[in-house]
């Protein structure tokens, strides 16, 4: 195991200043080459960008994990926004964070990974702590286990995913927090979350965990959606389940987004609430497309009261072509993932 404690001395800081005029993109890549191991790159080449560890990856560079990586502080792993770097997952690699981590423009070839992507904590702090998850141009193949997952209660932590695609291949939670902490800021934009073959297991669960409240009693949790493509995820269950549901402190906010056999027909909406309607959270449901096998479902989504306020959904049914292969390439309508719509 990799165990990285950064402790910000004078030297530490000496460079930190140095690299705070250049961003990350400025910095030379060196000594880090096909074949070798992410744990080896992050414990040879890790510079102090703007006071964060950072490890920046050639373009197109093809490495392996067959550790865990864990860090106390937070972590940015970056790679070639042109020529992204490849990350082999073997069975024992994982990251195991608690400030944070930073993972841009990298492949995660997932298909031989037996732990969870990120595990969150290792044992409870004594007081919350803040913790976040940023993934931005991350594509991520064969997932079997939790894409995230918090291992121990409070953490209260920011996660955002951005013009990611992550192929889910087994029946898994893909975001856990069944064990405790709360996601108080969880968003997903311009992204695709698909399985081959359809899950039953909530997308995202905090059943068992904790609430937002119990972190801070005026907290808001937000479920941010936007322009993004979710196909095959827990097929005729609800789509998320909490610790709680229906709530005055949690919001919903789903825009410009296609469902696709996701959740229960016609409930999609409902089922990000744990399966429930309700006046309690606060809801921005605007622009979707809902299908479910090969129907439009929005009227059904639509309950036409002040519940559950869907509006303005667009009454299409679309035609991907090949979802089977991750292509959701499509002309029905101008909602979802950017990258799709013809």
Same mark, same amino acid.
């Given at each position: 195991m990799k165990k990285l404690n950064y402790l910000f001395g004078a030297a530490v800081m000496a460079i930190a200043m140095t690299l705070a005029s250049c961003s990350a993109d400025d910095l030379p890549v060196l000594g880090i080459f096909n074949g070798d191991d992410l744990s080896t790159a992050v414990a040879n080449h890790t510079e102090i960008v703007n006071g964060v560890p950072?490890?920046?990856?050639?373009?197109? =560079?093809?490495?392996?994990?067959?550790?865990?990586?864990?860090?106390?502080?937070?972590?940015?792993?970056?790679?070639?926004?042109?020529?992204?770097?490849?990350?082999?997952?073997?069975?024992?690699? %994982?990251?195991?964070?608690?400030?944070?981590? %930073?993972?841009?423009?990298?492949?995660?070839?997932?298909?031989?990974?037996? %732990?969870?992507?990120?595990?969150?904590?290792?044992?409870?702090?004594?007081?919350?702590?803040?913790?976040?998850?940023?993934?931005?141009?991350?594509?991520?193949?064969?997932?079997?286990?939790?894409?995230?997952?918090?291992?121990?209660?409070?953490?209260? =932590?920011?996660?955002?995913l951005d013009n990611c695609r992550i192929q889910v291949a087994a029946d898994v939670t893909v975001f856990d927090y069944t064990k405790g902490s709360t996601a108080l800021f969880f968003n997903i934009m311009n992204s695709t979350i698909w399985a081959p073959e359809a899950t039953t297991k909530s997308l995202y669960s905090s059943q068992g965990g904790q609430k937002a409240t119990e972190y801070d009693p005026d907290a808001t949790q937000k479920f941010q959606f936007e322009n993004s493509t979710f196909y095959n995820l827990t097929k005729s269950k609800n789509f998320f389940s909490h610790r709680q549901s229906n709530q005055k402190w949690l919001e919903y906010s789903v825009k410009d987004c296609i469902f696709v056999n996701c959740g229960k027909s016609g409930q999609a909406i409902k089922g990000m609430n744990g399966g429930q309607g309700g006046k309690n959270p606060v809801w921005t449901i605007t622009g979707n497309v809902f299908n479910f096998d090969d129907a439009d479902t929005s009227a059904d989504e639509s309950t036409g009261d002040d519940d559950e306020p869907v509006k303005d959904s667009k009454a299409v049914v679309v035609k991907f072509a090949d979802a089977a292969n991750g292509d959701f390439t499509q002309a029905e309508a101008e909602a979802g993932d950017p990258r799709w719509i013809k």
């Open positions: 950072t490890v920046n990856l050639p373009a197109g =560079v093809t490495l392996t994990m067959n550790d865990v990586i864990e860090s106390n502080a937070p972590l940015t792993i970056k790679g070639d926004a042109a020529n992204p770097a490849t990350i082999k997952i073997g069975e024992k690699g %994982q990251f195991i964070v608690t400030s944070g981590i %930073q993972l841009e423009n990298v492949i995660i070839d997932a298909s031989e990974m037996t %732990q969870p992507l990120v595990t969150i904590g290792v044992e409870a702090p004594a007081a919350w702590e803040a913790s976040f998850l940023f993934f931005a141009n991350v594509d991520v193949i064969g997932l079997k286990k939790a894409l995230t997952y918090a291992a121990c209660k409070n953490y209260y =932590v920011a996660s955002s």
